[in-house]
Nanobody
Framework: QVQLVESGGGLVQAGDSLSLSCAASGGTFSSYAMGWFRQAPGKGREFVAAISRSGGITKYADSVKGRFTISRDNTKNTIYLRMNSLKPEDTAVYYC????????????????????WGTGTLVTVSS
């Protein structure tokens, strides 16, 4: 079993930056590709970004490409999401998830095949 705990959410203004972290425990972290997903109020889950087991491959949703950066540190069992130029439409609960999948599979399945999920952290962007 892998436990995932997100942190770093909060209230920011449009144009600000914010960094999220997701700490993993209980498993072999480097065996899993990781993803960030989000769910805005009243909307369905949305893929945000994914990173391969080694960190060498990343994928992004078009809505965040060029603004968000996903990274991982396998020595710390942690992934990160650096979010720049935040917009009100980025407001959502952000979740990290782990899976033995490729980054392309993570993106294409929109979280439907992830093995483990965190409980989420709320990001609110005011206009």
């Amino acid at each position: 079993q892998v436990q995932l705990v997100e942190s770093g959410g909060g209230l920011v203004q449009a144009g600000d930056s914010l960094s999220l972290s997701c700490a993993a425990s209980g498993g072999t972290f480097s065996s899993y590709a990781m993803g960030w997903f989000r769910q805005a109020p009243g909307k369905g889950r949305e893929f945000v970004a994914a990173i391969s087991r080694s960190g060498g491959i990343t994928k992004y949703a078009d809505s965040v490409k060029g603004r968000f950066t996903i990274s991982r540190d396998n020595t710390k069992n942690t992934i990160y999401l650096r979010m720049n130029s935040l917009k009100p439409e980025d407001t959502a609960v952000y979740y990290c998830a782990a899976a033995r999948l490729t980054t392309a599979q993570i993106m294409d399945n929109n979280g439907g095949r992830m093995d483990y999920w965190g409980t989420g952290t709320l990001v609110t962007v005011s206009s």
